[in-house]
């Protein structure tokens, strides 16, 4: 059952990303933003494995 949660996109962790840099752009607060986009993992886009392949 964890498989395909593993596979799929963080999005909550990304929009979460994205308000951060907006916050940042913008001057306002974006720490918390940034951490919240961290622990729904976000920052997981960046190191996903794109091969498309197996893992053994």
Known sequence: M???MR???PVIG???L???VFKF??????????I???LFG??????RDRSGGTKS
Do not use: H, M, Q, R
């Not at 752009?25 to 940034?34: K, R, S």
């Not at 976000?42 to 190191?47: D, L, P, R, T, Y």
């Open 42 to 47: 976000g920052f997981g886009i960046f190191s």
């Open 14 to 16: 990304i929009i979460f």
């Open 25 to 34: 752009v913008n001057g306002d607060g974006w720490v918390v933003w940034a």
């Open 18 to 20: 994205a308000l951060a």
């Open 7 to 9: 596979k799929g996109v």
């Open 2 to 4: 964890n498989e395909p």
């Open 36 to 38: 919240l986009g961290f």
